[in-house]
Nanobody
Framework: QVQLVESGGGLVQAGGSLTLSCAAS????????MGWFRQAPGKEREFVAT????????YYAEFVKGRFTISRDNAMNMMYLYMNSLKPEDTAVYYC??????????????????WGQGTQVTVSS
C-alpha cells in the first residue's frame, strides 16, 4: 500500500532552520505531484509548497517564499522541505502529500489522495 512517512520535525528557535523529509513507498513516485501542507492548532490545514513530477517549477505559498525550498529525488522516492528563517507562526504539524491528478500547481488539500502522518515543527520565540 502507499505510504508517505515524514521525518525531521522538532523544536527550533526563531531564525533557525529545519529540513523535513518525506519517504514514499508503494507508488510510482515520479508519477505523483508532491506537496507539503501544515496545520496549526485550531486552524485549517494550509498549503505550503508543491513540486512537479520532474522537480521543476516549485510553487510556494506566499508566506514561505524566500524562506522554504521544496525538492524531490525521484531515484530515492524522497521529497524534502528546507525551512530557513523560521518564525513562531510556522509552528504546526507538517504533512507530505501525493497527487495523482494532472493539475499543477496543486494547492488545495482535496487534490491530494495520499497523506503522511505528519511531523511536528515547533518554533520558539
Amino acid at each position: 500500500q502507499v505510504q508517505l512517512v515524514e521525518s525531521g520535525g522538532g523544536l527550533v528557535q526563531a531564525g533557525g532552520s529545519l529540513t523535513l523529509s518525506c519517504a514514499a513507498s508503494g507508488l510510482t513516485f515520479s508519477s505523483y505531484v508532491m506537496g507539503w501542507f501544515r496545520q496549526a492548532p485550531g486552524k485549517e490545514r494550509e498549503f505550503v509548497a508543491t513540486i512537479s513530477l520532474s522537480g521543476g517549477n516549485p510553487y510556494y505559498a506566499e508566506f514561505v517564499k524566500g524562506r522554504f525550498t521544496i525538492s524531490r529525488d525521484n531515484a530515492m522516492n524522497m521529497m524534502y522541505l528546507y525551512m530557513n528563517s523560521l518564525k513562531p507562526e510556522d509552528t504546526a504539524v507538517y504533512y507530505c502529500a501525493g497527487s495523482r491528478g494532472y493539475e499543477y500547481p496543486a494547492i488545495v488539500a482535496p487534490s491530494y489522495g495520499y497523506w503522511g502522518q505528519g511531523t511536528q515543527v515547533t518554533v520558539s520565540s
